[in-house]
């Protein structure tokens, strides 16, 4: 069983910088494929970022390309997410999954086994 815990929400300025952190207990992280999702107000979750066991693979959906930035520190079992000039439509819930299942898990949430109660992020215009 893992346990996942998101931080590093809040409300900023458009324009404006955050970045999420992901802390895993429970089993080694380092065996966990892990992704950042998002969900809109009345919207199914959606994919952001995902990043493979070793962090030697990312993918991002197209409208974060450029901005955000996924990483990962196996040592310390995290996750982050940096998210850069930040836009009112970033404005969501963001969500940690990791699964140890695949060595990548892509986009498809069903792939991913553990979730985080997810931490809100909101951004002025």
């Known amino acids: 069983q893992v346990q996942l815990v998101e931080s590093g929400g809040g409300l900023v300025q458009a324009g404006g910088s955050l970045r999420l952190s992901c802390v895993a207990s429970g089993r080694t992280f380092g065996n966990y494929a892990t992704g950042w999702f998002r969900q809109h107000p009345g919207k199914e979750r959606e994919f952001v970022a995902g990043i493979s066991r070793s962090g030697g693979r990312t993918d991002y959906v197209d409208s974060v390309k450029g901005r955000f930035r996924i990483s990962r520190d196996n040592a310390k079992n995290t996750v982050y997410l940096q998210m850069n000039n930040l836009k009112p439509e970033d404005t969501a819930i963001y969500y940690c999954?990791?699964?140890?299942?695949?060595?990548?898990?892509?986009?498809?949430?069903?792939?991913?086994?553990?979730w985080g109660q997810g931490t809100q992020v909101t951004v002025s215009s």
């Open positions: 999954a990791g699964t140890g299942g695949y060595s990548y898990a892509g986009a498809t949430a069903d792939a991913y086994n553990y």
